[in-house]
């Protein structure tokens, strides 16, 4: 079975979904990436769906499980480049993906994840003033 | 003209999508109706897959009064006991989210299931330009 890449830029995991998914393939992903995750210490998990020309309820799924696992392992998920047919479709399907971050493309989704690590050290910062 | 394709195996769900996705463009559907039934008959799909234990799916091309796709799935699953439940949002007897008959049938212009116990289910959506 195919599994899908995952890359570290920095201290920020990005996946970019190329193939129309079969069930197995996403399952997959889900565990690659929490295992990758607690491996890499990443801030961050960026999913890049521009290539996926549908997301069902299965891929939205996924992507709501991506989200929620990431965030107890103190990272955070951003999903970039859903087509807007897409977004039409998912909405009327009656997934709204709400658990989950989502930006244009890939470089505002990156600033949204950097930001969350600069508003963190900030936090950590101030912490130790006190 | 009409394709049929056997729902057997994971890798089917897939290539339902798409022969659908092509027999959308070829019908002249718009982008975002294409999209519409592309993942309805993904959730279709699964559920014949899942629930009818495999099925076919006939896929057809219209252009009469009406233009688009129609497309009918068909098992001979142990059928759906209670189908007004089964067409609730959030109502599932597996793993799912529950989504997949009341959202396809909100991403078809024309939506018909038919189920009975022990025999099987036949489930109709059409897309209309």
């Not at chain 1, 290539?51 to 499980?65: K, P, T």
């Not at chain 1, 009656?94 to 989950?100: N, T």
Request: charged share 25%; net charge negative.
């Amino acid at each position: 079975m195919d599994r899908i890449p995952i890359l570290k830029l920095g201290d920020v995991l990005l996946v970019t979904i190329q193939v129309d998914m079969q069930d197995q393939i996403a399952t997959a992903l889900e565990e690659d990436l929490t295992a990758r995750i607690v491996s890499s210490g990443a801030r961050g998990v960026l999913i890049d769906i521009s290539a996926l020309e549908i997301v069902d309820s299965f891929i939205g799924r996924m992507l709501d499980n991506i989200a929620a696992i990431s965030r107890i392992l103190d990272a955070d998920t951003v999903v970039v480049g859903m087509r807007p047919a897409v977004a039409i479709t998912l909405v009327e399907l009656g997934l709204s993906l709400s658990g989950v971050k989502t930006a244009l493309d890939v470089d505002r989704g990156m600033a949204l994840i950097r930001r969350r690590d600069h508003e963190l050290a900030i936090d950590d910062a101030d912490d130790d003033s006190d | 003209m009409t394709e049929r394709i056997d729902i057997r195996r994971s890798e089917d769900v897939v290539l339902v999508r798409q022969r659908v996705r092509a027999l959308a463009v070829q019908s002249g559907l718009s982008l975002v109706d294409q999209t519409k039934v592309v993942t309805a008959a993904s959730e279709l799909a699964r559920n014949t897959l899942d629930y009818g234990g495999g099925g076919t799916v006939d896929i057809e091309v219209v252009n009469g009064l009406r233009r688009g796709v129609r497309l009918v799935f068909e098992d001979q699953g142990p059928g759906i006991k209670d189908i007004d439940a089964a067409m609730r949002d959030g109502f599932t007897t597996g793993n799912g989210l529950g989504l997949g008959l009341g959202g396809a049938k909100r991403l078809c212009s024309e939506f018909s299931i038919e189920s009975a116990v022990g025999k099987g289910t036949r489930v109709a959506c059409s897309r209309w330009k």
